[in-house]
């Protein structure tokens, strides 16, 4: 694990007014909502790279018709699609490990909003 990418989270979460832990991001909105988004390293071909994940619901709750719409709704992303892990639907991403501050703030803020607004429109909570 890179301690220059930890610093370089630690600054974002900083200065979004988010809440950074170990492993994970607690995202805090405007509007009272939040979206916690989970962290980890991993190498791949040699290369250190970290992987965010949110959780937008449960996977056995959506319907064939909005799983659909979602998986359509991924292909138009700039960042990140939807996945299943292990029984939740979630967003993720992965990049190199990198200390470029402007990089991990727009993946890391869009993971969130998106997740955010995912998981209202869909399961109309604020759980995750």
């Not at 979460?13 to 994970?24: F, Q, Y």
């Amino acid at each position: 694990m890179s301690a220059k990418f930890c610093a370089t989270l630690e600054g974002v979460c900083k200065a979004l007014g988010w809440h950074l832990e170990d492993d994970a991001i607690e995202a805090r909105f405007e509007n009272g909502r939040r979206q916690e988004l989970s962290y980890r390293f991993f190498e791949f071909d040699g290369q250190e790279l970290v992987r965010f994940d949110t959780v937008i619901g449960d996977a056995s709750l959506v319907n064939p018709a909005r799983l659909t719409q979602g998986l359509r709704v991924t292909y138009k992303l700039p960042h990140g699609a939807l996945a299943l892990k292990d029984d939740s639907l979630v967003m993720v991403d992965t990049l190199l490990v990198d200390d470029d501050a402007a990089a991990v703030e727009a993946i890391v803020r869009y993971l969130a909003e998106t997740a955010d607004h995912l998981e209202l429109t869909m399961f109309g909570g604020d759980e995750h």
